[in-house]
């Protein structure tokens, strides 16, 4: 072998090098930024489920406020029932409901409150 066939391989193996480098560079760059990119998305997803517990949690708190004021208006409505059933001047009504086709059954009912006796 001459020393032109060397030295040209010499610079191809040089210049082979420098590509293995460079792509060597680049996947170290990919997979640090891949590592930067999954801590990144791992603290998105905690700072998300932070959030999303912090909305749920209001969104709880709501239903049970909620809750409580429907509760506070079944109580009220049945108060505002019992006033008006008891200043009502009843005037009882007899009817007959039917039950199924083969059965009726009599009620009491005032015409003006609609309670029954």
Request: hydrophobic share 30%.
């Amino acid at each position: 072998m001459n020393t032109e066939y060397l030295l040209k391989m010499k610079h191809e193996n040089d210049y082979i090098n420098a590509y293995l480098d460079q792509i060597k560079g680049i996947y170290k760059h990919m997979k640090e930024d891949s590592v930067y990119f999954l801590i990144d998305s791992s603290l998105n997803v905690n700072e998300n489920h932070i959030q999303y517990n912090k909305t749920i949690k209001e969104i709880d708190d709501l239903l049970n406020q909620q809750n409580e004021h429907i509760q506070q208006f079944i109580l009220l409505n049945k108060k505002i029932n019992r006033a008006l059933i008891n200043m009502c001047n009843h005037e009882w009504c007899t009817d007959s409901i039917d039950i199924d086709p083969d059965r009726s059954k009599t009620i009491e009912y005032c015409k003006i409150c609609s309670c029954m006796k």
